[in-house]
């Protein structure tokens, strides 16, 4: 259910955006052509076996992996886990242009489309990671549990070696400058999977559906880092996944960190060079 890749048509939106610019140094200029990081919406809809359809979210996302976008927002909202989705598609209504169909997925579902609260709004995301799910603690204790303890130990100098490979990892960014990324590594540093886009949370969402569509759920043994700071929703969505250590460049909020302790992630933020802050479950960082 991954997007295909390679060459996509004229009408398809792609990750990158090519644009003429003018380009002042000094005194002088010239006309060169610009790398963007493409922003275009997305609208997810489910259905049902009855017939019944509803958009449950429009959110602005850089165009690649957007069916893993689609399930990883599912899990991480508790609307639908890997074993209730049956298909996931581009909308084919013939009344769309051909760039609004590559704009709106359709997650078919097994089962009837959730009778949840969240369902009464449509989420309306973007790209700023602003509010893009449940809004508070209390709505996370109704869903979700502590992340078990379990037997992931990092050393300092692992945590050092990640912001590098996660950049290393980044190509559309490397082309463009203008993208989040998250990647998920191993416990000895690996990298798993990296996932790029213009808002951190989506990025975050594309691994958790990558690793839900293709049964890696719950990740209890990676460790997700990010390239920017640790917000709420990150943290909301790294719980939802199963991810006991979460790693970013930047601070992390007040209410990430109050989530990263009731729930027993471990927390690091400022992660540069060789210095960090463990903000919560310092006890899976040997040092």
């Known amino acids: 259910m991954s997007m295909p890749t390679g060459e996509v048509a004229r009408a398809r939106p792609g990750p990158i955006t090519r644009v003429r610019v003018r380009e002042l140094s000094g005194a002088s200029g010239r006309d060169r052509r610009d790398d963007l990081a493409t922003e275009e919406p997305l609208e997810i809809r489910l259905t049902a076996p009855d017939g019944a359809r509803r958009t449950v979210a429009i959110t602005m996302r850089t165009p690649g992996h957007d069916f893993e976008l689609a399930a990883g927002f599912l899990h991480g909202e508790g609307l639908a886990g890997p074993g209730d989705i049956a298909a996931i598609a581009y909308c084919t209504d013939e009344d769309l242009p051909p760039e609004a169909r590559y704009n709106t ?9 959730p009778e949840l609260p969240a369902l009464d709004r449509h989420f309306l995301t973007s790209s700023a990671c602003g509010v893009c799910g449940s809004a508070s603690l209390d709505a996370l204790r109704d869903r979700c549990r502590p992340v078990p303890r379990g037997r992931l130990e990092l050393s300092p100098d692992l945590l050092y070696a990640l912001p590098d490979a996660l950049r290393r990892a980044q190509g559309v960014f490397g082309k463009t400058g203008g993208l989040h990324a998250a990647g998920l590594f191993a416990a000895d540093g690996t990298p798993v999977a990296v996932r790029e886009d213009v808002g951190r ?9 990558w690793a839900a569509l293709t049964g890696r759920l719950p990740l209890a043994e990676h460790v997700l880092m990010v390239s920017g700071r640790a917000s709420y929703e990150i943290m909301q969505k790294a719980l939802a996944a199963g991810v006991p250590v979460v790693c970013a460049v930047s601070a992390p909020s007040s209410l990430a960190v109050e989530l990263a302790r009731e729930f027993g992630l471990t927390l690091v933020g400022f992660l540069r060079g060789e210095r960090c802050n463990v903000y919560a479950g310092a006890e899976r960082v040997q040092a």
């Open 201 to 209: 949370h989506n990025a975050v969402d594309k691994l958790t559906g």
């Open 105 to 113: 997925v359709t997650v078919r579902l097994n089962g009837p489309i």
